[in-house]
Nanobody, 125 residues
Framework: QLQPVESGGGLVQPGGSLRLSCTAS????????IGWFRQAPGKEREGVLC????????NYADSVKGRFTVTRDRAKNAVYLQMNNLKPEDTAVYYC??????????????????WGQGTQVTGSS
């Protein structure tokens, strides 16, 4: 069962930065395209960004382009979400999951409907 674990959430002031971690045990994240999704209170879960498996190509939601980036650390079996210039509307529970791919590139669609507990990010002064 592909069940990554998210960590690193917290309270951050608008304009601040935060880095979330996605780690796994029992399987290798590098074998999958990995995406970050988020769900704000009262809203549908939405895709934030994803990183492809082989070429490292990333796709971003328009709302985070230029502010969020994603990287892999193969040695640590981890994927990181770096969030800069955080806004109050970034407040949500963030999840990492394996994503589908199209023509070798990740897309913002989860591979399954199994979600972890996520990590809470709150952008507030």
């Amino acid at each position: 069962q592909l069940q990554p674990v998210e960590s690193g959430g917290g309270l951050v002031q608008p304009g601040g930065s935060l880095r979330l971690s996605c780690t796994a045990s029992g399987f290798t994240l590098d074998d999958y395209a990995i995406g970050w999704f988020r769900q704000a209170p009262g809203k549908e879960r939405e895709g934030v960004l994803c990183i492809s498996r082989e070429n490292g190509f990333a796709n971003y939601a328009d709302s985070v382009k230029g502010r969020f980036t994603v990287t892999r650390d193969r040695a640590k079996n981890a994927v990181y979400l770096q969030m800069n210039n955080l806004k109050p509307e970034d407040t949500a529970v963030y999840y990492c999951v394996a994503t589908r791919i199209a023509f070798g590139v990740c897309v913002l669609r989860p591979l399954s409907d199994i979600w972890g507990q996520g990590t809470q990010v709150t952008g507030s002064s």
